[in-house]
């Protein structure tokens, strides 16, 4: 089967015919017809992610067909639309018994990451990581959902939104994009705060009541006047750099939440006294758990999260996908057809 191959930091993917791995006891055999391209990808080509893991097809937003299955899964799969979970946890530790493995010390599969993934015709993943996909959300449309919306619900949870709230989207992406339609979705009083003005206007469209143009205003200083003085009771900071983490912290209030789910090179530096005194939390997000998965699909087919998505490639031409996501001119998600028919 054709498979796009990372090699290595700072190596080109290349196109290639590799083995298609037949379902083992448990396992169901993936047709993939759509796998979206996501930032993470820039992270692996650029060496500031580095598993290890080479070579490795990439690609963790992965939608299919189930193709074929494996001993003990019921034959009645085959044919079934699925979005692909894509962390198999060791099922044993304190974090995976509380159905967080996105961070089991001991991963046994982690597709796109540590274990061939989607960018190919075909993957081969656990039953149980084979999730079903309703009819009502196309192939394509679905795929965002797989790492976009689902890292949003998970860090919407780990920030413990209250209706009322003030919510900002620093950084108006994939997740982004997510964020602002699920906190709209709670209750919270969204502002998004971005450098294009397609994406700030989608951000708008999709529930921001205020957005922010960071390359021309002080994002904090805006964010102050927009919360009438108070800031921002959580900033989910999409973007991690000097600049942003800087323009995201000032912006938090009293008792403020500040969520981390991009990152890039640079350090944050806070000094305590700030978290000391208006009581405020830093926190992670990484990924998402099962049911965040399970809660995305059912999100998406109900209309409170719509996803995105810029364009749709043949799998031959991912280049493009990750070079037009490198230069910042998608809106929404660049998704390739691997074996679409
Ligand atoms: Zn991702
Ligand atoms: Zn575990």
Redesign the pocket.
């Known amino acids: 089967m054709k498979a796009i191959r990372y090699s290595g930091p700072r190596r080109p993917l290349q196109l290639q015919e590799v083995p298609r791995r037949d379902p083992g006891p448990g396992e169901v055999l993936v047709r993939v017809t759509a796998a979206?391209v996501?930032?993470?990808e820039l992270h692996f080509l650029s060496g500031l992610l580095d598993l290890g893991v080479a070579p490795l097809t990439l690609g963790?937003?992965i939608v299919g067909t189930v193709e074929a299955v494996g001993a003990g899964v019921a034959a009645g799969r085959v044919g079934e639309r699925v979005i692909v979970y894509y962390y198999v946890g060791c099922g044993v530790c304190r974090y995976c018994r509380e159905g967080n493995e996105q961070i089991c010390p001991n991963l046994r599969a982690e597709y796109g990451f540590l274990s061939d993934g989607g960018y190919a015709e075909y993957v081969t993943v656990p039953s149980r990581n084979a999730v079903p996909l309703p009819d009502s959300i196309s192939d394509v449309d679905a795929a965002p959902i797989?790492?976009?919306v689902t890292?949003a619900v998970h860090a919407a949870k780990l920030a413990e939104l209250s209706a009322g709230e003030w919510v900002v989207v620093y950084g108006v992406g994939a997740v982004g994009f997510g964020l602002v339609q699920l906190a709209r979705a709670w209750g919270a009083r969204v502002i998004g705060v971005g450098r294009t003005a397609a994406k700030l206007q989608l951000a708008r469209d999709l529930g921001a009541e205020a957005v922010v143009d960071a390359s021309s205003e002080g994002a904090a200083t805006r964010i102050r006047e927009l919360t009438g003085g108070a800031g921002a009771d959580v900033v989910f900071e999409c973007v991690g750099t000097a600049e942003s983490m800087t323009q995201a912290s000032a912006a938090l209030g009293r008792r403020g939440r500040l969520v981390f789910i991009g990152y890039s090179p640079d350090s944050f530096t806070v000094h305590p006294i700030q978290l000391v005194v208006f009581e405020q939390k830093v926190l992670g997000s990484v990924g998402a758990t099962l049911q965040d998965l399970y809660d995305a699909v059912d999100l998406t087919a109900r209309g409170v999260v719509r996803t995105v998505v810029d364009r749709t490639l043949p799998l031959e031409r991912f280049q493009d996908g990750i070079d037009a996501l490198d230069r910042g001119e998608l809106v929404g998600k660049a998704v390739l057809l691997p074996a679409a028919r």
């Open positions: 979206g996501c930032h993470t963790h937003e797989g790492c976009g890292t």
